[in-house]
C-alpha cells in the first residue's frame, strides 16, 4: 500500500461517519491519524455534541472488534479487565474476559469513575496487554481507546491522573455545532428517539484488519528529516522551558508527536513530514500534557494559547 491508497482510504472512511455525524471534521481527521499512527484518543465536551455517536460511527466503518465500557462511579476495575471466577462444577478458576479484550474500546464518559478503576486501563494502552493474578494476556496490536469525558468543571466527574493523559496521543475539545450544522442534525435526527445505529444511518465497512495493518506498515515509512525531528524536539522541550507552565511535555509526548505527524502526511497522500504536518497537530498532541503555572491560569491564560505562542516562538525548518 503506498500513501495515495492510505489517502483514498481515509476518505472513504470520512464519506461513512458523515452519514452519521454531522460536522466534527476535525475530530473525524484526529480519529483516522491515531489510527494509523496506533494511538489513543481522548474526546471531551458538553453533553449532547455527538461524542459516543462519533466513536460508534468510526468503529462502524473500521470493521473491528468493538466494545464499549459506560462508565459509572461504581464500576470496579474487574469490571473493564476481567476476572478468574472459580467454577463449583469443575474446581476450578476460569477466566472471564471484560470488555477491553477487543479491537476499538469506547470508554464513555472515562472521567465519572475513580482513578483507581480509571487506571485499569494504563497496561492496555501503554502495553497492550492486561495482567490478572500475575498472569499475562495479550490484546490485539491494534487495540485503540477512544474515550469520551464531559469537561471536569460539571458534576460527578473525576480528573484523569497525569499518568493515564500520558498515554493519549491526541485530546480533542468538541464545541456545539455551527448553525448550519445544528439545523441539519435537528431535521436529520429529531424524527426518531433515542441514539440510532450506525447500521440504521446507512454507515457501512470500508476497511478490514489487513487494510488496517497495511496502512500503518505504510505510515512507519513515511520520511522524518533529522531537521523536522529536530524542530519535534524543541517545541517538546520549549512547553518545559516556558515561564506559563508548570509541567511541559514528556520525551514520550516528543516520540508519539513524530509519529502522528507521519500518519498526518500520509493522511495528506505525502511520503515525508513537514513542518506544517507538527503545527497543525501541537495542540490536540500536547494540550493534555501541559499543566500551567497558577499565575497564568489566574491571568485568564488558556493552554490552547500558551501551545499556540510557542509554537510561534519556535523556529520551524524552511
Do not use: W
Amino acid at each position: 500500500m503506498n500513501v495515495a491508497e492510505v489517502k483514498a482510504l481515509a476518505d472513504d472512511i470520512r464519506r461513512e461517519i458523515g452519514k452519521a455525524v454531522i460536522g466534527q471534521e476535525t475530530a473525524v481527521d484526529l480519529l483516522l491519524t491515531a489510527l494509523f499512527a496506533g494511538g489513543h484518543v481522548l474526546l471531551e465536551g458538553p453533553p449532547g455534541t455527538a461524542k459516543t455517536l462519533l466513536a460508534q460511527t468510526f468503529a462502524a466503518s473500521l470493521g473491528l472488534d468493538y466494545g464499549r465500557i459506560q462508565f459509572t462511579p461504581d464500576l470496579m476495575p474487574g469490571d473493564i479487565i476481567g476476572a478468574n471466577l472459580f467454577n463449583f462444577q469443575t474446581s476450578t478458576f476460569t477466566l472471564t474476559r471484560g470488555p477491553v479484550f477487543c479491537e476499538l474500546l469506547l470508554a464513555d464518559e472515562i472521567n465519572r469513575t475513580p482513578p483507581k478503576t480509571q487506571a485499569a486501563l494504563l497496561e492496555a494502552m501503554q502495553e497492550r496487554r492486561i495482567t490478572i493474578d500475575g498472569q499475562s494476556h495479550e490484546l490485539s496490536p491494534r487495540f485503540t481507546v477512544v474515550a469520551t469525558q464531559n469537561p471536569i468543571e460539571q458534576q460527578g466527574t473525576y480528573p484523569l491522573p497525569e499518568a493515564q493523559l500520558d498515554r493519549f496521543l491526541f485530546k480533542h475539545v468538541l464545541d456545539y455545532p455551527e448553525r448550519a450544522d445544528e439545523l441539519a442534525i435537528v431535521t436529520g435526527h429529531g424524527s426518531r428517539a433515542g441514539l440510532p445505529s450506525p447500521a440504521e444511518l446507512g454507515v457501512r465497512t470500508v476497511l478490514d484488519r489487513a487494510a488496517v495493518e497495511a496502512a500503518v506498515a505504510t505510515v512507519a515509512q513515511v520520511r522524518l528529516t533529522d531537521e523536522v525531528a529536530a524542530y519535534v524536539v524543541d517545541l517538546i522541550r520549549a512547553t518545559r522551558e516556558s515561564a506559563d507552565v508548570e509541567t511541559g511535555a514528556s520525551p514520550r509526548a516528543g516520540a508519539m508527536l513524530a509519529l502522528a505527524a507521519r500518519a498526518h502526511a500520509a493522511l495528506d497522500g505525502r511520503d515525508y513530514v513537514i513542518p506544517d504536518d507538527v503545527k497543525t497537530l501541537a495542540a490536540p498532541a500536547l494540550r493534555h500534557r501541559v499543566i500551567l503555572q497558577p499565575a497564568a491560569e489566574i491571568e485568564g491564560r488558556r493552554v490552547d494559547q500558551v501551545l499556540a505562542l510557542l509554537v510561534d516562538q519556535v523556529a520551524a525548518p524552511r
